[in-house]
């Protein structure tokens, strides 16, 4: 049996995917189990919930992922201040609320799995895996789904596309070159 366990936390509406031999199990929200909006946490509660509901023992898992690149986040952060001052008064805030860990072991040791089963997705794929949970189940039977998504964060693209090959349980990004322009009052949006 193939289990795969995906994250989406950080930003807004932390979320657990569980992927059972390329189909989607289940997804959870940590808002409906905080009883926060947007909860953007850990997704502590829902994880549990999840590996209860699906009866899922960590040796059992065959990996798990996080909807986007750390290091390209960080990066993209850092481009929106104006200098490296600026820059690191930002991470002793994050650190300072506990908020600057590494996603990547938060997960593994949620899971209690060796870290190096842990991947990360781009940020426009865990969006293309979204959008693929709404779809209609006898859609499923075509061998390949393509979509587009449209994203104003994102990494650095704001448009990608996409095609999922559902037999197989894997997602090919197309083209994802098509790059925000910046302009020097995009650097006052900032994520924190």
Known sequence: ?????????????????????????????????????????FPAIATQYALEYHNIKSNKITGACYYEDPALKLSRIENQ?????????YLCYKLTKGNLQNPLDLIAA???IEKERV???THHQAHFFNALSLVPIKIYDQQKIEGIVLD?????????????????????????????????????????
């Open 110 to 112: 949620a899971l209690e």
């Open 152 to 192: 104003g964060v994102g990494e650095f693209e704001t448009c990608s596309m996409h095609e999922a090959d559902v037999k197989n349980g894997r997602i090919e990004s197309l083209r994802q070159n098509w790059k925000q322009k910046r302009s020097g009052d995009s650097r006052k949006y900032r994520s924190y």
């Open 119 to 121: 991947y990360f997705v």
């Open 81 to 89: 201040f104006d200098d490296d001052f600026e820059f690191a008064n």
């Open 1 to 41: 049996m193939d289990i795969i366990i995906g994250f989406s936390f950080g930003f807004h509406d932390s979320s657990v995917a569980v992927i059972i031999n390329n189909k989607i199990a289940g997804i959870y929200y940590e808002e409906r189990f905080s009883r926060i909006k947007h909860d953007r946490q």
